[in-house]
């Protein structure tokens, strides 16, 4: 993180002497918010703190320390505390607060923005997991109050609303181009092209969110919508200048209750403040956003289907031929949520140059687990090992994608996360979802689990995906019952080649990905398997 960054988000106001921020997000136990908060409130009230401000963020993304808490004093760097219990939080009020040393066996690490190091306290980017990061989207994620618009305006939201309000739609497709901003839910491939056809369109668009996040183990685009609210529905600002759009709709998780309860206070405060909504800014231009919750399913994430989820219907359909859908027989572009985010960090009307390609990934399965943003190109060591904090002999293997992506041997730790890398790996990064299988996995297993889900998930709409998935999963299964044939894995990886190539949607087109990835990688083992079992 920039030092000018961090200096923005560790202000305290002049009349108070210190803030305590709490991270409360849905990576947390519901109950132990409140606890902490009634802890601390009650520890302050003893020691006569009254001029301390209490906040809450996000988190900063490090699920695997929670209970994570920050606490910044006038000429004194910021700590941030991990694994803090009502216990540990009296302890910090007493000797950090009230008698103004750190607790430095509890910290995790400081943010010397206020004042000089303290001893013994590692620094902020001396943590592999923060210190390999480059957050560009996220920076605020942690250190700002999701509810108080006054932290997104201090902090840069909003600022050149009527400088992008005042650009044509060629100017901001220009710089999209230019920061090579792709999609975060799929593919990961380039959005320009799709977004300059529907730019084009002498129609009212409808912009849509993709905030389903279906993916089991994937939370970035939910802990992006808890702690930076603000973030998103800018993006959705600009994009509806870039393809005239005048309504967006923000299709919810049916879980993310908390997401859903903070973006409803970030638009309403948006509106107060005439960011959004009639006359954005006191200009002609009109953009509104409405929250849906989205049904339960993971094929309800895929784009067709969202689509028919809002027309009223169900179920994935043919996308035309034109690549762009329709909602009540208007224009419909659907965006992930991370998309929208690096939107607002443009330097849109100026002639700055932009931030570096990033991308957000969910670690799961690693030693420190939680949400990462790194630079593309960073490689999966990078990732796993260092920011995830897994030796390399535990791990067997990698999933990238979750079950629209592949899995992966160590011997390409050293592969960067970019766009030719998921070809080459015949992967797709789906919700940025990185799961690590340790030793102890079998191959065979894990497959069977991934034709399974992959079978159970399908909506039955065209042959080649439920037929295929389903044939696939009774293939392996008769390979693992020692009821199989020689032939068994290369018909296994053609039905994968078949399911993929024919498929009506990006379910039916990714999900064999797995089968194909966990064949060419791992079919010795699985040969094994069957060789076993005769």
Excluded at 20 to 30: A, E, L, N, Q, W
Excluded at 296 to 319: K, Q, R
Excluded at 428 to 454: A, C, K, N, Y
Aim: hydrophobic fraction near 35%; glycine fraction near 10%; aromatic fraction near 6%.
């Amino acid at each position: 993180m920039h030092k000018e960054s961090l200096a923005q988000c560790e202000y305290i106001p002049e009349d108070l002497s210190g803030v305590v921020t709490i991270g409360v997000s849905s990576s947390t136990d519901s109950d132990e918010p409140d606890t902490l908060l009634t802890s601390l409130s009650d520890h302050l009230k003893e020691h006569q703190l009254m001029d301390i401000d209490v906040r809450i963020s996000g988190g900063l993304g490090f699920s695997s320390a929670e209970r994570l808490v920050k606490v910044s004093k006038h000429g004194m760097p910021s700590v941030i505390y991990g694994g803090v219990t009502p216990d540990v939080m009296a302890d910090i009020v007493r000797q950090h607060l009230s008698e103004g040393t750190p607790v430095s066996e509890m910290a995790l690490c400081q943010i010397p923005v206020h004042g000089d190091s303290v001893d013994g306290v590692p620094h902020f980017k001396d943590i592999a997991f923060f210190g390999l990061q480059k957050p560009v989207i996220s920076w605020r994620c942690g250190h700002i109050d999701p509810e108080r618009i006054d932290d997104a305006f201090r902090t840069g939201s909003y600022g050149m609303l009527e400088t992008v309000l005042a650009q044509r739609a060629d100017d901001i497709l220009s710089m999209i181009e230019t920061a090579q901003v792709h999609g975060h839910g799929g593919s990961g491939t380039s959005i320009l092209d799709r977004w300059t056809g529907v730019a084009e369109l002498d129609e009212e668009i409808f912009l849509i969110c993709n905030a389903l996040e279906v993916e089991p183990g994937s939370v970035k685009d939910q802990w992006l919508m808890e702690s930076d609210p603000h973030r998103v529905i800018e993006g959705m600002i600009i994009a509806a200048q870039a393809v005239g759009a005048r309504i967006g709709y923000i299709v919810l998780n049916p879980s993310y209750t908390l997401a859903r309860h903070r973006l409803e206070i970030a638009i309403a405060q948006a509106r107060r403040h005439r960011c959004l909504g009639q006359g954005i800014k006191g200009t002609a231009v009109d953009f509104d956003i409405i929250i849906r919750v989205g049904p339960p399913g993971y094929i309800t994430g895929e784009e067709t289907a969202l689509i028919s989820f809002l027309s009223g219907d169900a179920g994935p359909h043919v996308m035309p031929p034109s690549g762009i859908d329709r909602l009540n027989d208007r224009p419909a572009l659907v965006v992930n949520v991370e998309t929208f985010a690096h939107l607002a960090v443009l330097p849109i009307g100026t002639d700055e140059e932009g931030p570096p390609p990033t991308r957000l990934f969910t670690l799961e399965g690693t030693t420190n687990t939680g949400v990462v943003e790194v630079e593309v190109g960073t490689t999966l060591r990078e990732v796993v090992c260092d920011m995830g904090g897994s030796p390399e002999e535990y791990i067997k293997a990698v999933v990238i994608g979750g079950h629209l992506g592949g899995v992966v041997p160590t011997d390409l730790l050293d592969t960067p996360l970019a766009e030719a890398s998921y070809r080459w790996l015949n992967t797709w990064p789906g919700t940025g979802l990185i799961s690590v299988l340790d030793q102890s996995v079998s191959m065979t297993e894990w497959l069977d689990r991934h034709l399974q889900f992959g079978a159970q998930e399908s909506c039955g709409a065209c042959t080649p995906c439920r037929e295929g998935m389903d044939q696939a999963h009774r293939l392996l299964q008769g390979l693992r019952n020692g009821n199989g044939h020689g032939q068994d894995l290369i018909l296994l990886d053609h039905l994968a080649s078949y399911v993929s190539d024919s498929s009506m949607c990006g379910y039916g087109q990714a999900v064999p990905n797995g089968i194909s990835t966990a064949i060419r990688y791992f079919g010795n083992e699985l040969r094994e398997q069957l060789t076993r079992n005769h």
